[in-house]
């Protein structure tokens, strides 16, 4: 068990470009959840995976955003045309529900990825 | 729909003294209750969750937590904190049925001061 991991930490773009973030859940983990959080702020939820299946988006993410799962396994984030208002730390967390391996209710966190828009 | 209210956005405490950071939910299902612990430029880390059962929660570091239904509170408490407690804390909401969102409060920064 490695843990929840995100890449890459930091990135730093110019207005009107599009990004990509990555994460990679617990391994055994069904479920792929994605938070923002802006300065001086909870998280807010995004959207989450099921497997490879999108259950619920937020009214948070707009057009520009999309998120796939493609294989059940690690997860990607895409913003495109990004504006200054989408710097924040997006957050990945994984859990467990409905498996063979039980129930885990608890939402294990990664490190995030801090966007910068210029 | 939930939400979570945490009315201090900063407790400033003493080392070795005891700390208490409060929560306060609303909720029209029942909910499981999390508190999480974020240091500077670091993801969330758990540190105790009330499911089902006791309403006394232990968690990590030394921490603990009532769940007090009444007053749909869930604060957070440490008997003699430490400076390497300094961090800021969230406390969280799922509904029990669908167990998929947390929704999160704006936090409190906990400044340890010697």
């Known amino acids: 068990d490695t843990g929840v991991s995100q890449n890459p930490r930091h990135k730093i773009t110019k207005r009107g470009q599009n990004v990509t973030f990555r994460c990679d859940p617990i391994?055994?983990?069904?479920?792929l959840y994605w938070y923002r959080q802006t300065l001086g702020q909870g998280p807010e939820f995004l959207t989450y995976f099921q497997n490879e299946a999108q259950l619920e988006k937020s009214r948070l993410l707009s057009d520009r955003f999309s998120a796939e799962r493609p294989k059940g396994s690690f997860s990607t984030l895409e913003i495109q045309r990004t504006e200054q208002g989408d710097s924040a730390m997006y957050l990945c967390?994984?859990?467990?529900?409905?498996?063979?391996?039980?129930?885990?209710?608890?939402?294990?966190f990664g490190p995030g990825t801090r966007l910068t828009v210029l | 729909a939930q939400s979570v209210t945490q009315l201090d956005s900063q407790v400033p405490v003493f080392e070795e003294a005891p700390v208490e950071l409060r929560c306060n939910y609303s909720s029209s299902v029942s909910v499981y209750l999390f508190w999480y612990v974020q240091y500077p430029n670091q993801g969330l880390q758990l540190l105790l969750k009330?499911?089902?059962?006791?309403?006394l929660v232990k968690g990590i570091n030394g921490f603990e937590a009532e769940f007090n239904k009444s007053q749909t509170s869930f604060h957070l408490r440490k008997p003699s904190v430490h400076i390497s407690d300094t961090a800021e804390y969230f406390c969280a909401v799922s509904d029990i049925l669908t167990t998929n969102k947390l929704i999160f409060g704006t936090g409190t920064l906990l400044a340890v001061q010697p």
């Open positions: 009330y499911l089902s059962g006791s309403t």
């Open positions: 967390a994984s859990n467990s529900i409905g498996t063979r391996s039980g129930r885990t209710d608890t939402q294990y």
């Open positions: 391994s055994e983990h069904n479920r």
